[in-house]
């Protein structure tokens, strides 16, 4: 059978087809995060950082039953879909043989058609409904590693555009063999076939002549013959998803390995395989702010990666909590490099924003010349010492927007007013994106023109600034100093 006319013939129960593979589909999809949600549950508890794993043990229960649910469904519409486009082939290729002529039918063993109405109308089914159907699911699951690799480590994503190839030379070489086995147990099927009409059509002359024992030993050894030939064509089916198991258990040993030589060649220890970046900050009782850092578990111990302004306050706060705890808190040599170019080796990407792009940790400092001020106020983020002063409260400085604070963590100083500001109250003030016509100096008060107190200008970059504003009182025509300034976006709440 040509590809067009399958395509054709199963364009016949595109319905059926369709609900199979949106299914098997949904399965995949399910099953793509059950990964994600592991390895966020197993970085929590290498790193020793708090992820909310009661919420990520129920998604990953969720993720689990789904993907049993679709899985099951899929099989279960697969049987249904089977055995009816089973019975439509089987009436097809009957009406089909009934219709040609008797010459065909002459110079034709009745073994092989009815080999044909019934084990190969079954093979076609069967492909049809478990491996037409289940191409895109196969695909989505191929596209999600490939990501997943990739996200994980670059070079590990290659394996799959590698393996790929060796996967599809070895199922070449696999169903080379399998359709000459399969020709092979067709042809035997079709001798049993033939062989029992045959013997019953002669059933009068064989009981006249005593030769059933004959008979009956030559039916048997082509049973035999036909039960040999569909064991081997079964035994190499069932090498199929063996084969291709080892294989890919060999590209997962393989990635353990490559992770295990980067750990004992000291490059890289069992944490930093899980390492990301945590955006924070410490409060006053009141809620304001005190510091924001940067969280990174490395070796044992985890850098907080704060402004050399802050760190001595940062320490002192800290030092006041470690109590009786055998914790060592003390300043380390370790220099910060940034850039928003191609990433180095051990860089991390900067939570707050992808387009503040990386930040690499060792012995050298600086940047790659970014300008950071201008990617700042392009997406309002504040900066020590500028917008973020002793006078802030966070959700003003927008840091729920820049992943600096989690409302599902437990405790923590400052907790109480934060927790206010954001469920029972509407932010009054905050900081907004404004355009600025003109330049004025940060920390410029910005007035209305009705001369009130409207908030304060602080970074500002091709004719953009970041402003802490009164909202009730945010209108064009505003200015600081000899400035114009325009809000940009609207009030945000806290919500």
């Excluded at 059978?1 to 593979?21: F, H, P």
């Excluded at 999809?29 to 508890?45: E, V």
């Excluded at 009705?450 to 945010?474: C, N, P, S």
Aim: hydrophobic content about 45%; glycine content about 8%.
């Amino acid at each position: 059978m040509t590809l067009r006319n399958l395509i054709g013939r199963a364009s016949r129960y595109k319905g059926r087809l369709a609900l199979i593979s949106a299914l098997a589909l949904l399965g995949s999809a399910s099953m793509l995060t059950i990964p994600a949600l592991a390895g966020s549950l197993l970085g929590g508890a290498v790193s020793g950082v708090d992820f909310g794993g009661g919420g990520i043990v129920t998604l990953l229960v969720v993720a689990l039953l789904l993907t049993t649910l679709f899985t099951l469904a899929t099989s279960m519409v697969t049987v249904s879909a089977s055995t009816r486009i089973l019975a439509d082939l089987r009436e097809e290729v009957f009406d089909h043989l009934t219709h040609l002529p008797l010459a065909f039918h002459d110079g034709s063993r009745q073994g092989d058609l009815l080999a044909l109405a019934t084990h190969e109308v079954g093979q076609l089914s069967g492909f049809l409904t478990t491996t037409l159907a289940n191409v895109p699911a196969m695909l989505l699951t191929s596209a999600g590693a490939t990501v997943m690799l990739f996200l994980i480590d670059p070079a590990l994503a290659l394996i799959v555009p590698v393996l790929i190839p060796a996967f599809y030379v070895l199922l070449k070489l696999l169903s080379r063999s399998l359709r000459k086995l399969a020709a092979r147990a067709r042809a035997a099927e079709a001798d049993v076939y033939a062989l029992a009409e045959s013997h019953l059509q002669m059933l009068l002359a064989t009981k006249t002549f005593a030769a059933e024992e004959e008979q009956q030993s030559c039916y048997a050894q082509a049973v035999e013959m036909a039960r040999e030939r569909r064991v081997a064509t079964g035994h190499a089916s069932a090498a199929i998803a063996p084969v291709t198991s080892l294989l890919a258990a060999c590209a997962a040993v393989f990635v353990i390995v490559a992770a295990d030589t980067q750990i004992a060649g000291a490059e890289k220890s069992p944490a930093e395989l899980f390492s990301f970046l945590f955006y924070a900050a410490l409060l006053t009782p009141q809620g304001k702010y005190i510091a924001d850092f940067f969280l990174l578990r490395h070796a044992g111990g985890i850098w907080l990666d704060v402004d050399e302004s802050l760190a001595p306050t940062l320490h002192q706060r800290l030092s006041l909590y470690k109590l009786r705890a055998d914790v060592q808190i003390a300043e380390t040599d370790i220099r910060v490099r940034r850039g928003t170019g191609p990433a180095p080796e051990g860089a991390l990407a900067d939570p707050r924003h992808p387009d503040l792009g990386w930040r690499l940790y060792g012995a050298d400092e600086g940047s790659d010349g970014t300008d950071f001020a201008r990617i700042r106020v392009a997406h309002c983020i504040p900066e020590t010492g500028i917008e973020l002063t002793p006078d802030t409260f966070i959700l003003e400085a927008g840091f729920e927007r820049v992943g600096g604070v989690d409302f599902r963590k437990g405790c923590y100083v400052g907790q109480e007013v934060t927790a206010r500001m954001k469920h029972k109250t509407e932010l009054k003030k905050g900081l907004v994106l404004v355009a600025v016509h003109g330049e004025a100096p940060v920390g410029t008060p910005i007035v209305t023109p009705e001369g009130k107190q409207a908030g304060t200008l602080f970074t500002q970059a091709a004719g953009r600034g970041i402003a802490h504003i009164r909202h009730d009182r945010a209108c064009p025509g505003m200015s600081a100093g000899e400035a114009r300034v325009d809000p940009l976006c609207a009030r945000v709440s806290a919500g």
